[in-house]
């Protein structure tokens, strides 16, 4: 998402927190965040999707990060947020704790992906920043709503199309 | 041929020609009733002429030249030297089907049709026509396609209005000049220069047409040439010479067209005679030069009508929030002036938007006589193969469905149609024997119930007897014995529909019907449509469909299951009965419920949805009972919320397709709620299978 990174090399990022990590995504991927609401539950999805609201007169997919990361869930609280993002035509809400700051970081202060970070797996990130003294876990949003569990998702489909054609066929 | 590229037209073309063929089709039909209709030998030979000339034109010369040798054949019929028999009618009908085959072939870049037997047969029929004066000797004297369309191509893209416009301009002593212009191949700004030329023309006379279309010249839409036809009392050099003066255009070829005489043949009726000639010119001489009048029809893209459609469902969801928000003032602040002022706007809105909603509707909407329209053809031609005599009747053609519901609605009817015919009627001598009339009848109906469309095909043959197709079920294994014992006979017509059941030979032997059955199934299922059976053994068929109006805004059925609320699309929901569920009784381990000699399957919505639930411990519970085409199940729900009208929403990529839902819609509150696919939940349920 290089639109936004001007000529002197800068990334602004929304900054989140999850299980008390810090978090950035590129900004120009988040279309707005909005308070918690009320979610309806979608059977048959992954479990890390929560279910879908309504914005404005349009269904939007909602995702818990925690489970998406596998952390440990926690209760909703007042300061949960969700963050919609938009990508390749496609609008999904990320519950995280809460949302602390949007902050421009220079490109030499972030650094490619160490092994392990805080339990969240690799690949769902794009490198690390510092800003001071906090260090910020830049996230891959494709990966996010699409590693693996998008492969899954569309196996499952797949499966069941394939079950529903079975069943029509005999 | 012109060296513009046709290829723009070739969409127009074969439109037009799908049309006509139609019009053909149902002319001939008729006209072998109605042997002395003029009027129906007129039309039909307009659609002949309008199809020689396009095809023309457009260089398809076998389709030019089968059709032009029909128009001969018409042309004895109007004569009244050849009479209209059912042979000749045959060979005419032979000739459409092969014109269908030659358009296919256009498609398909196929040439192997080969015309040339067909063509001697039309022209045994018209040897011996006496040639008559005027338009008809021109034709029969050009008889090589290549001056076929020199003849045709002048009138070929004009429209009424344009041709009625050049004729009323010559006859005031107007020049009709077609114009051709090529731009130089460095031209930067064709339109512009296309504009200049138009311009500059304007003060000379006018423009009557322009191929291709002013605003395809806008947009720059044609290569270095385009073409044009202008009224003028200048001569022809002084055109030429303005065009000339224009920057960048390489070449201007104009001739005076269409030489009066030409004109005439505009006409297609019989050349006129000398008297008839006379007053034609006096009524010309009314009609004043006009501007190309604006047609009462306008052509609009699908996808806008549908985009429209998504909005009006915008404005539903926020008119339902407008009720339900107004409805908690009333709640909380009490009666007023202002909940009261609330409540009138939000009842006027809901009028608004009832109306506006059901416009939209209207303009996606066709007559059904648009599918109808060719199944006269295909009775009469099944009831020559069989040897049966039909009557066949049409009612309510004028009923409008949408144009989704239309494309779909084709194929199941036919097979509908052909199976009364093939299976349902009886032989003529079988039904004299048996006392009904020797000609069968087959009947044809489509009307608007409430929120449907009903469509029915009833037929007064042999019906269909439940115990013989149990016996073929068995046979083919599409049940146990033990299960056919127990099936009601009403349950027992229904395995008809099941896939494998109909092969031609086994069940017109045996029970008399089910040709693809499965298919006309699966076509209903896909427009959310259901479909009933009603026979009597010696009595006749019928089936009942009911179809949808719309399938992007539906009534819907709310009920909450789990403390969550979800919808059922109206359209799916036969009815709803309330079950004791203590008084279940179990079929292979399965609860149902005995309703009206029927055992219905039951499912509770958390079983058939993967939901996670927890019982309320009420006893009796309503369950709604659905169907998709001829299958039905009962789902146990918590409780009824009541009828509303939804939105059906997608759930997007990012989720995908759930088996059992349909999407989602937006409630009154802002809410979400889950639409159910009823067709998804009969499949997880497995009934059927």
């Known amino acids: ?170 | 041929m012109t060296g513009m590229d046709m290829s723009q037209y070739l969409d127009l073309f074969l439109e037009e020609a799908e049309e006509q063929l139609q019009e053909l089709d149902e002319g001939l039909i008729m006209l072998e009733q109605d042997k002395q209709n003029v009027d129906l030998l007129n039309r039909i030979f307009r659609a002949a002429h309008t199809i020689k000339g396009s095809s023309a034109s457009m260089g398809f010369n076998k389709i030019a030249e089968l059709t032009h040798w029909m128009e001969s054949v018409l042309d004895r019929f109007r004569d009244g030297d050849l009479e209209v028999t059912q042979e000749v009618i045959d060979i005419l009908l032979e000739c459409l089907d092969t014109l269908e085959i030659l358009k296919n072939e256009i498609t398909t870049g196929e040439d192997s049709c080969d015309i040339s037997g067909l063509m001697d047969r039309l022209k045994s029929l018209r040897e011996g026509a006496p040639t008559s004066e005027g338009t008809e000797a021109i034709t029969d004297e050009r008889e090589t396609v290549s001056e076929i369309y020199e003849a045709e191509m002048d009138e070929l893209f004009f429209s009424d209005t344009e041709k009625n416009v050049l004729r009323a301009a010559v006859t005031q002593g107007y020049k009709s000049y077609h114009i051709i212009v090529d731009l130089d191949p460095d031209c930067l700004m064709k339109s512009v220069r296309a504009y200049i030329v138009f311009n500059n023309l304007k003060d000379l006379g006018e423009v009557i047409k322009t191929i291709p279309t002013t605003e395809e010249i806008e947009e720059e839409k044609f290569e270095q040439r385009f073409e044009l036809v202008m009224v003028s009392k200048e001569s022809l050099d002084k055109i030429k010479g303005v065009i000339r003066s224009i920057n960048e255009i390489k070449e201007v070829f104009i001739r005076e067209h269409p030489k009066a005489e030409t004109l005439r043949s505009y006409n297609l009726e019989k050349p006129l005679s000398k008297k008839e000639l006379d007053s034609t010119k006096d009524r010309l001489r009314d009609v004043k030069i006009e501007k190309k009048r604006v047609s009462q029809t306008v052509r609009v893209d699908v996808s806008r009508l549908d985009n429209l459609m998504n909005l009006m469902g915008e404005l539903v969801i926020e008119r339902t929030r407008l009720e339900a928000v107004g409805g908690n003032i009333k709640s909380t602040l009490g009666a007023g002036d202002l909940s009261d002022s609330l409540d009138e706007i939000s009842v006027h809105i809901a009028r608004l938007s009832g109306e506006l909603q059901e416009e939209i509707m209207q303009a996606r909407m066709f007559p059904i006589d648009q599918v109808f329209n060719r199944f006269p053809r295909m009775v009469r031609d099944l009831s020559r193969k069989s040897n049966k005599e039909i009557i066949f009747t049409i009612d309510g053609r004028e009923t409008e469905l949408d144009r989704t519901v239309i494309e779909e609605i084709g194929d199941p009817l036919i097979h509908l149609i052909r199976n009364a015919i093939d299976h349902g009627i009886e032989s003529p001598e079988e039904r004299r024997k048996l006392g009904k009339p020797e000609k069968g009848t087959v009947r044809l109906n489509a009307f608007h119930q409430e929120n449907q469309i009903v469509i029915t095909v009833e037929d007064d043959g042999r019906g269909m007897d439940p115990d013989k197709i149990k016996e073929v079920s068995v046979k083919k294994g599409i049940i146990t014995e033990s299960a056919a014992e127990k099936i009601m006979d009403q349950d027992a017509m229904n395995l008809i529909f099941a896939p494998g059941f109909s092969t031609t030979q086994t069940v017109s032997d045996v029970s008399g019907r089910g040709v693809g059955m499965d298919i006309v199934k699966s076509h209903i299922e896909r427009i959310n449509g259901l479909i009933d059976i009603d026979t009597e053994i010696g009595g006749g068929t019928k089936f009942t469909i009911r179809l949808p109006l719309t399938l992007a805004i539906n009534r819907a059925l709310l009920i909450k299951h789990g403390g969550h609320v979800f919808a059922f699309p109206l359209g799916n929901v036969v009815e709803i009965i309330e079950v004791d569920m203590d008084e279940v009784q179990y079929m292979k381990q399965h609860k149902v419920a005995l309703v009206r000699g029927s055992f219905l399957p039951l499912y509770e919505l958390e079983t058939l949805l993967d939901l996670n639930y927890e019982n309320n411990g009420a006893k009796k519970l309503p369950v709604v009972m659905v169907g998709i085409s001829e299958k039905r199940i009962g789902i146990v729900v918590d409780e009824l919320v009541g009828e509303q009208e939804i939105v059906i929403k997608s759930l997007g990529k990012y989720i995908g397709d759930i088996a059992g839902l349909a999407g989602a819609t937006i409630m009154g509150d802002g809410s979400v709620a889950l639409i159910l696919d009823v067709r998804g939940l009969i499949t997880t349920s497995g009934v059927g299978d």
């Open chain 1, 1 to 170: 998402m290089g639109k936004n990174n001007n000529a002197g090399g800068e990334e602004q990022l929304v900054v989140f927190t999850l299980a008390n990590e810090t978090y950035g995504v590129d900004i120009s991927t988040v279309n707005e965040i909005i308070r918690m609401q009320e979610i309806t539950e979608v059977p048959r999805t992954p479990d890390f999707v929560e279910g879908v609201i309504n914005l404005r007169g349009r269904i939007v997919p909602v995702i818990d990060l925690r489970k998406r990361f596998n952390l440990e869930t926690s209760e909703e609280t007042q300061s949960s947020r969700i963050i919609v993002v938009e990508l390749n035509d496609i609008t999904v809400g990320m519950i995280v704790d809460s949302v602390s700051e949007v902050l421009r970081l220079p490109k030499e202060n972030t650094e490619p992906t160490p092994p392990m970070v805080s339990g969240v797996d690799s690949a769902y990130l794009k490198g690390v920043g510092k800003w001071g003294e906090q260090l910020i876990i830049l996230l891959d949003i494709n990966k996010v709503l699409y590693k693996e569990e998008q492969e899954q998702i569309a196996r499952t489909a797949e499966e069941m199309a394939a079950m529903a054609e079975d069943n029509g066929d005999e």
